[in-house]
């Protein structure tokens, strides 16, 4: 069994959310994409945070 | 030559005495007046209660940066407030207690000219049997709120570990201690936090860890759920949180007042009205907030308590408290400036204001209970409120009564979410999150109450990332190190 599908097995809460599946789970730990999205991030948060002020 | 007196020295008071003591220079006195010796960057108890990172990294001494800035540092516990003097002195004054500086027990009247109440919350572990007595957490649960009880709950969870690996079957409970709690955020950053770490040491097979919340759903949050842009879809929040859960194997129960807490086991009610026990081998469960019990006297040393404070001990200020129902709720409804309504010298800022209403949907038991979330005013909302409120006060004192009121509405604020589990720079991976506006303007965004371009929500390594970066930033600001004043709130 894949391991994203272990866990629907367990109860109906688990049913019947969303598991992320392998590539996705790769792409939280790319460095070169997380790079990318932290540069992302801090932009929106830095827009955020100027029109909190 | 004026003096404004901040009662607190946490996030919000330290950015207002901080501020305050800068704009104004040595013309002017500011006071901090706060029981505790030193700062502590709560966020970072997380790791504390997970031990990854010592009560040292996380917390410093207040009284060095203070005398740095010019601030006087009074180790005290504020008692009351005489917002019109008292007979034969038309001065207002707060009537201190100190807790430090070889001077613990004894009473002190500090007069003001403007004072600005930021004591943050009384952790009100008593309103739960069980979970302790008044403010001081009972041996039933742990707590991640302070530095030292993070501490404690480290020492706690390693005996929970050690147990689990010896192959002995150990249950978790994390979550909030009554139907009224807020920061559930915190919470949810050390169950996973836990999960981390279980997975790491090995013994993650032996455990069940399980949530217990008093929100309606996963993802409430106290801002009753937000609709956040999450890999091009706009979804909501529960959809988000519920399938961290179920990644992550960690079961949940909604929708709970923890009406009773024993050794090893909990009590609660759920919304439709059903009880329940949960058996726990460790249990960490947030306490509801409550103002710290500040009086108010006026000048013929009559209680005026309840013209001052709201009845659940926080500080009224220029927010809309007509009881409405949820329906006619507004974005307009909260504060913008932070002032008393009845003396104008006196602001509050942080936890220590009294929010208009909850921002959840409200919800009561079958019998009666409510069982909601309370409002989030940590963190960058406390910040930015501190700053503005330490504004408003710089140019009242310079410029006179008639001076302009800076504004720093939660509807009109954001605020930064960055749930981390694991330490290490590569190994970790936070669920980063931001809201905006923190209180739902369904006038200005009649969809989802918030600005979906600002609202988004992720998980991986780049969140990890920015929650390295926020504590080390924040502590640096906050001992006022070289451009300090350049960091954002």
């Given at each position: 069994m894949k391991q994203e599908e272990v866990n629907f097995a367990l109860n109906d809460q688990f049913n019947q959310s969303m598991i992320p599946g392998r590539f996705a789970r790769a792409m939280r730990t790319c460095k070169i994409w997380q790079f990318i999205r932290f540069m992302i991030l801090n932009i929106k948060m830095i827009i955020v945070v100027r029109k909190s002020h | 030559m004026a003096r404004l007196v901040v009662l607190g020295g946490g996030v919000a008071g330290h950015t207002t005495a901080t501020f305050a003591a800068k704009w104004l220079g040595k013309e002017?006195?500011?006071?901090?007046?706060?029981?505790?010796?030193?700062w502590n960057w709560i966020p970072s108890n997380i790791w504390v209660g997970v031990g990854e990172m010592s009560k040292e990294e996380v917390t410093f001494d207040l009284a060095p940066v203070y005398e740095k800035a010019g601030i006087t540092f009074k180790q005290a516990k504020a008692v009351s407030i005489n917002p019109e003097g008292k007979e034969g002195a038309d001065k207002p004054f707060v009537t201190i207690e100190y807790t430090g500086q070889g001077k613990a027990g004894e009473s002190e009247e500090v007069t003001y000219d403007y004072i600005v109440n930021a004591t943050g919350p009384k952790l009100n572990f008593g309103a739960t049997p069980g979970l302790g007595e008044g403010s001081q957490i009972g041996e039933n649960t742990v707590s991640v709120c302070t530095a030292d009880h993070a501490v404690h709950a480290n020492q706690e969870l390693r005996k929970i570990f050690e147990k689990a690996a010896k192959g002995e079957?150990?249950?978790?409970?994390?979550?909030?201690?009554?139907?009224?709690?807020t920061c559930q955020g915190a919470a949810f950053e050390y169950i996973f936090?836990?999960?981390?770490?279980?997975?790491?040491?090995?013994?993650?097979?032996?455990?069940e860890i399980k949530w217990i919340s008093n929100e309606s759903f996963l993802g409430d949050?106290?801002?009753?759920?937000?609709?956040?842009?999450?890999?091009?879809?706009?979804?909501?929040?529960?959809?988000?949180?519920?399938?961290?859960?179920?990644?992550?194997?960690?079961e949940y129960i909604t929708g709970a007042h923890v009406s009773k807490v024993e050794k090893g086991k909990v009590d609660y009610e759920l919304l439709d009205g059903s009880t329940g026990e949960e058996p726990f081998d460790f249990a960490m469960l947030i306490p509801p907030f409550a103002g710290v019990g500040l009086k108010a006297y006026n000048k013929a040393g009559e209680d005026i308590t309840d013209t001052v404070f709201a009845p659940n001990g926080f500080m009224k200020v220029d927010a809309d408290y007509t009881p409405k129902p949820y329906e006619?709720?507004?974005?307009?409804?909260?504060?913008?400036?932070?002032?008393?309504p009845t003396y104008s010298n006196m602001f509050a800022a942080g936890i220590a204001f009294a929010p208009p209403h909850i921002i959840s949907k409200p919800m009561k038991s079958a019998n009666g209970t409510p069982i909601n979330p309370t409002p989030p005013r940590t963190g960058m909302p406390s910040g930015i409120i501190g700053k503005a409120v330490a504004h408003s006060v710089c140019d009242l004192i310079q410029n006179g009564a008639n001076a302009h009121l800076h504004e720093a509405s939660m509807a009109e604020m954001g605020a930064a979410c960055v749930a981390s589990a694991g330490k290490g720079w590569m190994d970790g991976q936070a669920a980063a999150m931001t809201v905006y506006p923190v209180v739902p303007d369904y006038e200005?965004?009649?969809?989802?109450?918030?600005?979906?371009?600002?609202t988004f929500g992720e998980i991986g390594l780049a969140g990890h990332w920015i929650k390295h970066i926020l504590h080390y930033l924040f502590i640096y600001k906050a001992k006022l190190k070289p451009g300090w004043t350049l960091i954002p709130e």
């Amino acid at each position: 069994m894949k391991q994203e599908e272990v866990n629907f097995a367990l109860n109906d809460q688990f049913n019947q959310s969303m598991i992320p599946g392998r590539f996705a789970r790769a792409m939280r730990t790319c460095k070169i994409w997380q790079f990318i999205r932290f540069m992302i991030l801090n932009i929106k948060m830095i827009i955020v945070v100027r029109k909190s002020h | 030559m004026a003096r404004l007196v901040v009662l607190g020295g946490g996030v919000a008071g330290h950015t207002t005495a901080t501020f305050a003591a800068k704009w104004l220079g040595k013309e002017h006195e500011v006071v901090v007046v706060t029981p505790n010796a030193k700062w502590n960057w709560i966020p970072s108890n997380i790791w504390v209660g997970v031990g990854e990172m010592s009560k040292e990294e996380v917390t410093f001494d207040l009284a060095p940066v203070y005398e740095k800035a010019g601030i006087t540092f009074k180790q005290a516990k504020a008692v009351s407030i005489n917002p019109e003097g008292k007979e034969g002195a038309d001065k207002p004054f707060v009537t201190i207690e100190y807790t430090g500086q070889g001077k613990a027990g004894e009473s002190e009247e500090v007069t003001y000219d403007y004072i600005v109440n930021a004591t943050g919350p009384k952790l009100n572990f008593g309103a739960t049997p069980g979970l302790g007595e008044g403010s001081q957490i009972g041996e039933n649960t742990v707590s991640v709120c302070t530095a030292d009880h993070a501490v404690h709950a480290n020492q706690e969870l390693r005996k929970i570990f050690e147990k689990a690996a010896k192959g002995e079957k150990q249950k978790i409970l994390v979550g909030t201690g009554h139907g009224m709690c807020t920061c559930q955020g915190a919470a949810f950053e050390y169950i996973f936090n836990i999960e981390h770490e279980a997975r790491k040491a090995g013994v993650r097979d032996n455990l069940e860890i399980k949530w217990i919340s008093n929100e309606s759903f996963l993802g409430d949050f106290g801002m009753g759920g937000l609709h956040m842009k999450v890999g091009g879809y706009v979804v909501s929040s529960r959809i988000f949180t519920e399938s961290l859960f179920a990644e992550r194997g960690v079961e949940y129960i909604t929708g709970a007042h923890v009406s009773k807490v024993e050794k090893g086991k909990v009590d609660y009610e759920l919304l439709d009205g059903s009880t329940g026990e949960e058996p726990f081998d460790f249990a960490m469960l947030i306490p509801p907030f409550a103002g710290v019990g500040l009086k108010a006297y006026n000048k013929a040393g009559e209680d005026i308590t309840d013209t001052v404070f709201a009845p659940n001990g926080f500080m009224k200020v220029d927010a809309d408290y007509t009881p409405k129902p949820y329906e006619e709720w507004k974005a307009s409804d909260w504060p913008r400036k932070y002032q008393n309504p009845t003396y104008s010298n006196m602001f509050a800022a942080g936890i220590a204001f009294a929010p208009p209403h909850i921002i959840s949907k409200p919800m009561k038991s079958a019998n009666g209970t409510p069982i909601n979330p309370t409002p989030p005013r940590t963190g960058m909302p406390s910040g930015i409120i501190g700053k503005a409120v330490a504004h408003s006060v710089c140019d009242l004192i310079q410029n006179g009564a008639n001076a302009h009121l800076h504004e720093a509405s939660m509807a009109e604020m954001g605020a930064a979410c960055v749930a981390s589990a694991g330490k290490g720079w590569m190994d970790g991976q936070a669920a980063a999150m931001t809201v905006y506006p923190v209180v739902p303007d369904y006038e200005k965004y009649p969809g989802t109450g918030r600005d979906t371009d600002y609202t988004f929500g992720e998980i991986g390594l780049a969140g990890h990332w920015i929650k390295h970066i926020l504590h080390y930033l924040f502590i640096y600001k906050a001992k006022l190190k070289p451009g300090w004043t350049l960091i954002p709130e």
